[in-house]
């Protein structure tokens, strides 16, 4: 059974840091494309940012110089570190796992940035 299991979300001040993790389970995790996507209300879920199995690094542009991407597969885990965090930051994030034509959703942790 496939688990992407999200923690590290809440609340936050602006120009405050969160540190999100997902643990992943179930899969071959070397191989998988990892992202980290979020949804804002009203909005379209997008991706924030990705790293693929050979480490290969991609952001949205809004969090370039702000947040970092990185996995560990010794533990399976992948992590999005969140610096200098806006209202605008605030949404449902939710880690993705990808090989070819199998994509896997965790469950979301909330993220809120507001005074």
């Known amino acids: 059974q496939v688990q992407l299991v999200e923690s590290g979300g809440g609340l936050v001040e602006p120009g405050g840091s969160l540190r999100l993790s997902c643990a992943a389970s179930g899969i071959t995790f070397n191989i998988y494309d990892m992202g980290w996507y979020r949804q804002a209300p009203g909005k379209q879920r997008e991706l924030v940012a990705g790293i693929t199995s050979g480490g290969i690094l991609n952001y949205v542009d809004s969090v370039k110089g702000r947040f970092t991407i990185s996995r560990d597969s010794a533990k399976n885990m992948v992590y999005l570190q969140m610096n200098s965090l806006t209202p605008e930051d605030t949404a449902i994030y939710y880690c993705?796992?990808?090989?070819?034509?199998?994509?896997?959703w965790g469950q979301g942790t909330q993220v809120t940035v507001s005074s």
């Open positions: 993705n796992s990808r090989f070819r034509t199998l994509t896997y």
